[in-house]
Antibody, heavy 119, light 109 residues
Framework: QVQLQESGPGLVKPSQTLSLTCAVS??????????WSWIRQPAGKELEWIGH???????NYSPSLNSRVTISIDTSKNQFSLTLSSVTAADTAVYYC???????????WGQGILVTVSS | EIVLTQSPGTLSLSPGERATLSCRAS???????LAWYQQKPGQAPRLLIY???YRAGGIPDRFSGTGSGPDFTLTISRLEPEDFAVYYC??????????FGGGTRVEIK
C-alpha cells in the first residue's frame, strides 16, 4: 500500500520561500515510475493543482504559479519536494502531495499539511 | 485553461436516495480524461472515478460516472451515511494544467 507523508514548516513569513517534502513508502517499484504532484486547498475552497514531476525529470507546472514553483525528486530517498518562492497570504492553504502511475489523476494522497503565510 | 463548473452547489438528500451530480467543462475534455473525488472534512480527497466512467480500486458499485465532451455526471445510486461529503470533478487536458471544479456538497436532508 503506497503511503505519502508531507513534512515542512507550518508557518512561513511573507516574501519567503515555502519548502515541503513528501516521503513515499510502500511503492512496489521505484518511485520513478510514478507521477508525483502537489495540490493545495485554501480553507473552504476548491483544490488547485500546483504541478507534477516524473523520474525523467520532466515537470509540468500550473501556469499561474510557474514563475514561483519548483518540484524536485530524490529517488534515492523516495521523496519529492516543493518550493514556492515569494509567498503571500494567498498561498495559505493545506498542501497535499499526491501520486499515480498516470499523470491524469491521483489515486494516492498524503494527509495534507497546513501552511500559513503570516508575519 | 478548461474551467469546470459543478452543479448544484449543494444537494440535500436522505439516505437511500439517488444523487446526481453534474460537471460541465468550458470546452470538450480531451479523451474523456475526467475524474471524480470525494472529500470528507479534515481528510484528503479520495479518487472515485477516472477516465469518466472507471471506478477506482475499492470503490463501491453504487458510484458510477458517465459523460463525454463537456458534460459529465456522477451518480450515487443509493446514498449511504458515509457518502455525505463534498465531491469534486477534475480534468486533464492535452497540456497542463489539471483543473478541478468548485465542488458539490451532498448533505443530509
Amino acid at each position: 500500500q503506497v503511503q505519502l507523508q508531507e513534512s515542512g514548516p507550518g508557518l512561513v513569513k511573507p516574501s519567503q520561500t515555502l519548502s515541503l517534502t513528501c516521503a513515499v513508502s510502500g511503492v512496489s517499484t521505484n518511485i520513478d515510475t510514478y507521477y508525483w504532484s502537489w495540490i493545495r486547498q485554501p480553507a473552504g475552497k476548491e483544490l488547485e493543482w500546483i504541478g507534477h514531476i516524473h523520474s525523467t525529470g520532466g515537470t509540468n507546472y500550473s501556469p499561474s504559479l510557474n514563475s514561483r514553483v519548483t518540484i524536485s525528486i530524490d529517488t534515492s530517498k523516495n521523496q519529492f519536494s516543493l518550493t514556492l518562492s515569494s509567498v503571500t497570504a494567498a498561498d495559505t492553504a493545506v498542501y497535499y502531495c499526491a501520486g499515480d502511475e498516470e499523470p491524469r489523476w491521483f489515486y494516492y494522497w498524503g494527509q495534507g499539511i497546513l501552511v500559513t503565510v503570516s508575519s | 485553461e478548461i474551467v469546470l463548473t459543478q452543479s448544484p452547489g449543494t444537494l440535500s438528500l436522505s439516505p437511500g436516495e439517488r444523487a446526481t451530480l453534474s460537471c460541465r467543462a468550458s470546452q470538450s475534455v480531451s479523451s474523456n480524461y475526467l475524474a471524480w473525488y470525494q472529500q470528507k472534512p479534515g481528510q484528503a480527497p479520495r479518487l472515485l472515478i477516472y477516465h469518466a466512467s472507471y471506478r477506482a480500486g475499492g470503490i463501491p458499485d453504487r458510484f458510477s460516472g458517465t459523460g463525454s465532451g463537456p458534460d459529465f455526471t456522477l451518480t450515487i445510486s443509493r446514498l449511504e451515511p458515509e457518502d455525505f461529503a463534498v465531491y469534486y470533478c477534475q480534468q486533464y487536458g492535452s497540456s497542463p494544467p489539471l483543473t478541478f471544479g468548485g465542488g458539490t456538497r451532498v448533505e443530509i436532508k
